[in-house]
């Protein structure tokens, strides 16, 4: 770690986009969130500019509702308006660009009933025009075939993150739902889109939400291959902190087309320019 770290310039931008695991928060092994130093602080301050704010997070083991809940009950007070997964990027990419195409969806339950709430129809069969995999807690053979077959077939292929861990309490947790993914693009010889960080269809969601262009927003995470590379296809300000996973990444190894506009040790170091 040799660069040193450089303060960003927030008075010019009209949004803000933070990650929240290593960013945010840290994970405590009971699934609970402990807030960084300076979080809740930080968050308060740019409501009170007036500038919106949301946080984007890659699970989508639950929605976006029921983590603004866990958040607030942990001591980041954050309303589910404010509060993005990959489902809400997959659902406007869905409607946008496959409208009315029956879906084979491998998720949970939870994430089942929001996407068919959200209109999209989802079917179990062979039907399907587009398989979509988001976190899954358990799957059968029988499914993953169904949707290989649908995925061979010419079917569109969606994950809604394809890192291949994330990090947990007492160390990295494989992503059930890239497994899943992989299994499939074996099988169909396919490769995923990605509807999750970092893809196009996660910073146009971003983008709308906040209702400001994406090369007006701030981009706030500790992974500089999944938040910074989210800003960077959007455009957007991006601050890399050194609060998580990349926290000894050596920038001055990383291609520059990669690296952060600036890096600060924690979320805290953003108050000084709010
Ligand atoms: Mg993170």
Do not use: C, W
């Not at 040799?2 to 405590?28: H, K």
């Not at 996660?202 to 701030?218: F, K, M, N, W, Y």
């Amino acid at each position: 770690m040799t660069s040193a770290p450089t303060p960003p310039r927030l008075d010019d931008v009209r949004g803000f986009m933070f990650d929240v695991d290593g960013t945010l928060v840290a994970r405590a092994r009971d699934g609970s969130a402990q807030p960084l130093r300076g979080a809740r602080e930080v968050l308060e301050r740019i409501r009170a500019s007036g500038r919106p704010l949301v946080l984007f997070t890659n699970g989508s083991h639950i929605g976006a509702e029921a983590i603004a809940a866990g958040l607030s009950r942990d001591g980041v007070p954050v309303s589910a308006a404010e509060m993005l997964t990959p489902i809400e990027s997959a659902i406007s990419h869905l409607r946008r660009n496959h409208p009315g195409r029956p879906v084979l969806l491998l998720a949970t339950r939870d994430t089942r009933e929001r996407i068919a709430a959200a209109g999209i129809e989802l079917t179990e069969n062979g039907e399907a025009e587009v398989v979509l995999v988001a976190h899954v807690d358990e799957i059968d053979m029988s499914s993953l075939e169904r949707a290989a077959r649908v995925v061979a077939g010419g079917g569109a292929f969606f994950t809604s993150s394809y890192a291949s861990a994330y990090a947990g309490a007492s160390g990295p947790i494989f992503s059930r739902g890239a497994m899943v993914t992989a299994a499939i693009a074996k099988a169909a010889r396919r490769r995923p889109r990605i509807l999750g960080k970092p893809s196009r269809a996660a910073i146009i969601e971003v983008g709308t939400r906040l209702g400001v262009p994406t090369d007006s927003i701030a981009v706030i995470g500790d992974d500089l291959a999944m938040d910074i590379a989210l800003g960077r296809l959007g455009g957007a300000r991006t601050v890399l902190v050194r609060s998580g996973i990349s926290h000894s990444v050596d920038l001055d190894r990383v291609p520059l087309a990669r690296r952060p506009d600036a890096v600060i040790d924690g979320v805290e170091d953003l108050l000084a320019a709010l």
